[in-house]
Structure formats: C-alpha cells, structure tokens
C-alpha cells in the first residue's frame, strides 16, 4: 500500500476511534434516539442529491437499514447513553466479529477456520473480563445492550455481505436514509415528543458538532475512504487497519473524557483485538497481513 493511503487508512480508524467520544458528547446534549436518526438524516439527505440509486435490490437495502441503522445504532447510543463508557463501548462492539463469523456459519454454511474457532474464544474471554469490570463499577443492563448492539452489527455484515453492494458508500448512504423515520417514530414514542422538542429547541454547538462528527466524518468521510481503499486494494490489505479502531477509541476517550485505563480494561482489550485479528487473519498472514472484508457493509468497523 502507498504511503499516502496507508496514512489515509489510518486516519479513517481514528476518526471512527474517536467518534465513540463525540457520541457520548451528543448523548449530552440530546436523547439516544433521536440523536441516531439525526446522525442517519444529516448523513443522507446531502448526499442523496448527489448519488444515484444503491445499485442493489431494495430488500436488502431496507433489511440493513432495519437491522444496522435502527436495531444496531439504537442499542449502541442507548447503551452508551445509560452507562457504557465511550472507550469500552468501542472495544466491546468488536464482538460483532464473533457474531458474524457465528451467523455466517449458519446462513451462509462458511465453515469456520480453526485460527477463528480459538480467535473467538480469546476475544470472549476479553469480553468476559470488561463484563466484571463493568459489573464491578456501572449497570450491567448498559453492557448487554452494546452485546446486542454487536449482534445487530454481525447480522447486518452477513446480509451485506449476501447482497455485496458495488459502491459501500452509495449503499450506506441509502441504509442511512431507511434508518431516519423508524427512529424518529421510535424516538416520538419512547423518549416522547417533549423531549425531542427540548432537544431541539435549546441545541447547543457541541451538539451540533457531535451530529456533524458521526454524520459527515464518521460516515460520509470514513465510508468513502474506506471504500476508495477496497476498489484500490484487497480486502486483505485494508481491513486490519479496522483493528485501530478500538484502541484509538479508547485512547480519545481517556485523553478527552478521562476514562480509566486499568490494567484488567488493558489485558481484555488486549485480548479481544488479538482475538479478533486472529479472525480476519488469513492462513498468507505468514507473510503479510491479510483479513476478509471487514464492514459496516462489509467494511467498518464501529462507528
């Protein structure tokens, strides 16, 4: 990989790394959902004027907007918003890579490689470790919900991957513009009209500049550079980079919010990023990095 593309990649990590802290930022400033479905509204009515049609059957276009934009991010800000730190949520979300390899065992009858088999046992234990961790000092319910989160996450990457869009970001832009009137009738019906009125109506610049972060960076900016990246390289040169993610959103977070790094969130994050390297590796890794698509349709990773 060039130079300058490889610095690119990097940059696409960090910017989904440190969009966990300007989630946690928004979540100040307004409630779970219906800072979701103004994450997906400003994200896709720009680029709709712009972009064609997602060049895929409108079912599975519609199955990953339900599924990613509604059901993932939901659960995602929702977690974070009762309790999930920012940094852990980060690091957490990589289940979605066991989930996947699980889901796809089972819809799409991949058999498993025996480095994946004992790559998510590894992560597991991780993830077991931030489990006590964060049932030793915040609400477990915050935890459980990012593991469904993860899920949601992992079913959306095998629908994708079962649809395989020809440009990521055409299709994530139309996935985005599903997600935005689920969530807000999901928003209008439990956080109630007052409190989206609230919101609204004393928007503050910190909100909007956390909408902005994960609308065009995270989103616009990071799928269309990672997408730029998968047309130009294999898939097994651009996806390692995703194993950034998790340890710049951790990083942002104890520079930004002051999370802790213990020992014990350092061994399990540890853990789970070797745990999930071992399975996007494949067995050419002996000589170079490799790894399948590694998404948020196929491609992303967290944010």
Same mark, same amino acid.
């Given at each position: 990989?060039? #130079? ?5 990649? &990097?940059?696409? =990590? ?5 969009? %966990? +802290? ?7 400033? %307004? ?5 979701? *479905? ?20 409108? /079912?599975? !276009? %519609? ?31 990589? *289940?979605?890579?066991?989930?996947? &390899? ?8 991949? /058999?498993?490689? #025996? ?19 964060? @049932? ?13 989160? @993860?899920? *949601?996450?992992?079913?959306?990457? !095998? ?5 395989? #869009? ?27 009209? @007052?409190?989206? !009125? ?11 500049? =956390?909408?902005?972060? &994960? ?29 950034? +993610?998790? +340890? ?14 213990? #020992?014990? /969130? *350092?061994? =399990? ?19 170079? &990095? ?14």
């Amino acid at each position: 990989m060039k #130079p300058r593309h490889a610095a690119l990649a &990097v940059a696409v =990590a960090a910017v989904w790394g440190v969009a %966990f +802290v300007m989630i946690e930022v928004g979540l100040r400033s %307004f409630p779970p959902l219906l800072f979701s *479905c103004l994450r997906f509204a400003v994200a896709a009515v720009p680029a709709l004027l712009f972009l064609g049609g997602p060049r895929v059957a409108w /079912r599975w !276009v %519609f199955a990953v907007g339900l599924v990613l934009g509604v059901a993932k991010f939901g659960l995602e800000f929702t977690s974070m918003s009762t309790g999930m730190p920012a940094g852990l949520s980060s690091l957490v979300l990589q *289940c979605q890579v066991i989930f996947t &390899v699980l889901i796809a065992t089972v819809v799409l009858r991949e /058999r498993p490689r #025996p480095a994946q088999v004992g790559g998510i046992a590894v992560a597991a234990v991780g993830i077991a470790l931030i489990a006590v961790d964060h @049932g030793l000092h915040g609400p477990f319910t915050a935890f459980g919900l990012m593991i469904a989160a @993860g899920a *949601c996450w992992g079913l959306s990457n !095998v629908i994708t991957r079962y649809a395989s #869009p020809p440009d990521a970001l055409r299709f994530v832009v139309w996935v985005s513009a599903v997600a935005v009137l689920p969530l807000l009738a999901l928003s209008l019906l439990v956080e109630g009209p @007052g409190a989206i !009125v609230v919101a609204l109506s004393s928007l503050s610049w910190t909100g909007a500049s =956390a909408v902005a972060y &994960v609308a065009w960076g995270a989103t616009l900016f990071g799928f269309g550079a990672w997408g730029f990246l998968l047309r130009t390289y294999d898939t097994g040169t651009v996806a390692p980079f995703s194993l950034l +993610v998790p +340890v710049t959103g951790m990083l942002s977070a104890w520079l930004v919010l002051g999370e802790a790094l213990t #020992p014990l /969130r *350092c061994a =399990a994050g540890a853990l789970i990023v070797a745990g999930t390297a071992a399975t996007v590796l494949t067995p050419r890794a002996a000589h170079r &990095v490799a790894a399948p698509a590694a998404p948020e349709a196929h491609p992303v990773p967290a944010a």
